[in-house]
C-alpha cells in the first residue's frame, strides 16, 4: 500500500512525512498569528475578547481529538498489519463521528453562549462584545474544523502528508487575504473587526476541508477515505475501537483547555493588558509547539504502523531521531524568546503595559520551550503505541498542578508573573517524566516480545 512506513530508511521516512505535517502546524501558527497582528491594531481589549472565545475554540479540539486520534491511530495499525478493509471502517466512523460531534458543539455553543463568556467575567464592554462576536460564528462553524483534523489524521495514517499541506497553504493564504479586509474594512467596506477575524477564519477552514475531500475524490492513488459515507451506522467494533483510543485524549485536551481557562480567569485579574498578553503569548508559544506536534503527528502515524507491523526496532529508532529534532528546535525558541523578547512583542502590541507584561511572559515560558517540544512529541509516540489513557493521566495531573502553583505564586510579590512561572515550571518536569515513561513503556513492550 502506498505509504507505507515499515519499510525504508528511518530518518528519511519519518522526514518525508513530517517536512509537509511540521509546514502545516507552522501554517497553523501563521493563521493565528494573523489574527491577531490585525485584530492587534484594533487594541488589547479586542485582542482580550478574541483571547477568551478562543478558549472554546481550544475547547472544541479536545472533542475533535477523540476522532482524530483514535481514527489516526487505528487506521495506522490496521494499515501496518496490510488489513485494508478494516482500514476504510476505522476511516469513515472516524469522519462520521467528527461530523456529529461538529454538529452538537456548534449547537450548544450557541445556545450558551453568553454564558460562557459570562465565566470570565469581563468587565470591558468593549471586550465583552468581541468575545461574544467571535465565538457565536467561529464556534457556531466549528465543524468544519473538526472535520478537517480528522481527515489530517487519516491522510496522515496512509503516510500522505502532502495534500493536508497543500489544503492548509491554501487556506492560510485566504486567510491573509480576507484578515484585513474584514477586519478593519479598508474604503467603503464595513469595519467588522473581531467578528471579521472570526469569518475570515472560518471560511479558511471550510476551504481546507473542500480540498481534502476533493483529494479523496479526484486522486487516483489508493486512499481507505474512498467510499465512505457519513448517513451509514457506525459498527460498534469501529466506535469502539475509536473511543479506547481517543477518549483519553480528549479527555486530556478538554482538561488540559478547563485548567488554561481558570488560570485565564486568575490572570484577568491583572487587566484587560494580561488577558491579551496570555492570548497572544500562546500563539507566539505556538511557533515551538505546533511546530512540535506536527512532528509528533508524523511521528504517532509512523510508530503506529511499524507498531503494527511488529518493528519494535524502527518505533525505537524513529522516536530518537525525532526528539533531537525537536529538541534543538525547542532550544532556538529559548534563545528567542529569552534574548530578544522586545521585538518579538512590539508585533503584537502598541501600548507600553501591554508590552511590558508580554516581555516578562516570553521570558519566562521561553525556559520551558525545549522541555514542551520533547513533551508534545513523546505524547504522539506513546499515541501510537496505544498508551493515549496513559498520557492522559500524567498530563491532567502534573497540568492541573498549574492551579494550586500559580494560586500560591501570583499570591507573592511575584504577582502575574508567578503564574507565568507556574506554566514554565509544569511544562519543564513533564517533558522530563514523558522521556521516562516512553524508556519504561518501550523496554516493557521488548521484554514481552522476547
Not at 65 to 77: L, T
Not at 94 to 115: D, E, R, W
Not at 369 to 379: H, M, P
Request: charged fraction near 10%; charge should be positive; aromatic fraction near 10%.
Amino acid at each position: 500500500m502506498e505509504g507505507n512506513l515499515t519499510k525504508g530508511p528511518i530518518l528519511k521516512t519519518l522526514t518525508k512525512l513530517a517536512i509537509p505535517i511540521m509546514a502545516s502546524s507552522f501554517l497553523g501558527t501563521l493563521y493565528n498569528i494573523t489574527d491577531m497582528a490585525w485584530i492587534g491594531l484594533l487594541g488589547s481589549k479586542a485582542v482580550a475578547g478574541i483571547g477568551v472565545g478562543g478558549m472554546f475554540i481550544w475547547l472544541s479540539q479536545g472533542f475533535a481529538s477523540m476522532a482524530r486520534m483514535g481514527g489516526q491511530v487505528q487506521v495506522a495499525q490496521c494499515v501496518g498489519r496490510g488489513d485494508k478493509k478494516k482500514a476504510h471502517g476505522y476511516a469513515q466512523a472516524a469522519v462520521q463521528l467528527a461530523a456529529i460531534m461538529g454538529i452538537l458543539y456548534a449547537i450548544i455553543a450557541l445556545i450558551f453562549t453568553k454564558q460562557m463568556i459570562g465565566f470570565f467575567k469581563l468587565e470591558d464592554p468593549e471586550a465583552y462584545a468581541a468575545a461574544f462576536a467571535y465565538t457565536k460564528i467561529a464556534c457556531g462553524l466549528i465543524v468544519f474544523s473538526f472535520l478537517s483534523v480528522t481527515l489530517t489524521g487519516i491522510y496522515t495514517a496512509q503516510g500522505d502528508s502532502k495534500t493536508p499541506f497543500y489544503a492548509n497553504l491554501i487556506g492560510l493564504a485566504t486567510n491573509m487575504v480576507l484578515d484585513p479586509i474584514l477586519i478593519l474594512g479598508p474604503g467603503p467596506l464595513p469595519k467588522l473587526g473581531a467578528a471579521g477575524g472570526a469569518i475570515a477564519t472560518v471560511t479558511a477552514q471550510f476551504i481546507v476541508m473542500s480540498i481534502m475531500i476533493l483529494g479523496i475524490v479526484k486522486q487516483k492513488k489508493e486512499n481507505v477515505l474512498k467510499g465512505i459515507t457519513l448517513f451509514a451506522k457506525i459498527p460498534a467494533e469501529y466506535l469502539n475501537g475509536i473511543c479506547k483510543i481517543g477518549i483519553p485524549t480528549a479527555i486530556q485536551g478538554m482538561a488540559y483547555c478547563v485548567i488554561s481557562m481558570v488560570i485565564t480567569r486568575m490572570v484577568s485579574a491583572f487587566g484587560a493588558e494580561a488577558i491579551a498578553t496570555q492570548r497572544v503569548g500562546g500563539q507566539i508559544e505556538s511557533i515551538s509547539w505546533n511546530t512540535a506536534d506536527g512532528f509528533a503527528t508524523a511521528l504517532n502515524a509512523f510508530i503506529a504502523q511499524n507498531y503494527g507491523a511488529g518493528e519494535m526496532g524502527r518505533v525505537k529508532k524513529g522516536y530518537r531521531a525525532s526528539q533531537w529534532t525537536v529538541g534543538i528546535w525547542g532550544l532556538f525558541i529559548t534563545v528567542l524568546f529569552v534574548c530578544v523578547p522586545r521585538p518579538i512583542a512590539n508585533i503584537f502590541f502598541h501600548e507600553p503595559k501591554a508590552i511590558a507584561t508580554a516581555i516578562d511572559y516570553l521570558i519566562i515560558v521561553g525556559f520551558s520551550e525545549a522541555f514542551l517540544c520533547i513533551e508534545t512529541t513523546t505524547v504522539g509516540a506513546l499515541s501510537g503505541l496505544g498508551k493515549t489513557h496513559l498520557c492522559s493521566v500524567i498530563s491532567i495531573i502534573f497540568t492541573s498542578a498549574r492551579i494550586p502553583l500559580a494560586i500560591i505564586l501570583g499570591g507573592t510579590s511575584l504577582g502575574l508573573n508567578g503564574i507565568w512561572w507556574a506554566l514554565s515550571s509544569t511544562s519543564i518536569v513533564k517533558g522530563v517524566l514523558f522521556v521516562i515513561v516512553f524508556r519504561w513503556v518501550t523496554r516493557t513492550k521488548k521484554q514481552a516480545a522476547a
